[in-house]
C-alpha cells in the first residue's frame, strides 16, 4: 500500500488530528485490512509533511498532524472503519495555531530557499505560497515576493 499524500490528509482529517505513531499505526490497519503491507509510512508521511500536504501543530506537548494547505484530504479504501478500529480520541485542532505553525515553517523554509539557489526548492514554495493564504488567515506576501525574485519572475 502506497497512500498518497491526499489520502494521507484524509485519514487525518477524519480523526482531525494524529500523532505521527497513531498515523502509522491507521495506515497498518488499512494495509492489514488489504491484505497488503504499507510502503515506507514513515517516509509518505515525511514526504506529506515536505509538500505541506501534512501540517504539524504542537498541543500539550504532543505534536500532531493535520491536513494542510496543500492538501485536498480523499479518504483511502476502508478509511471510514478506523475510527471504530484505533482507540484515538477525535481531535478538533485551533485553525489559528495551526496557521501560525504552518507560517512560521513557510518563512523559515522560504529564507532558506532563496539561499539555497535550489531553483526547484524555490519554485515550489512559491507555489504553496498562494495556497497558504487561501487555506488560513495567513500573509505570506513579503516572503513570495523574496521567492518570486529569486525565482526571476
Known sequence: MEPTADELAGVVDLFGALTRD???EALSELAFKRGEDVDDPAGAIDDAVAAYHLAVV?????????AGPAAFPELPDGA???PHIMDVP???????????AVEERFREESLVAVRSDNEAFVERLLD??????????ID???ARERLADAAGE
Open 140 to 142: 505570506v506576501s513579503a
Open 58 to 66: 504542537e498541543r500539550d506537548g504532543e505534536k500532531l498532524l493535520a
Open 22 to 24: 497513531e498515523l502509522v
Open 90 to 100: 477525535e481531535r478538533s485542532i485551533d485553525r489559528e495555531r495551526l496557521a501560525a
Open 80 to 82: 471510514t472503519d478506523l
Open 128 to 137: 504553496v505560497s498562494y495556497e497558504l493564504e487561501v487555506w488560513g488567515p
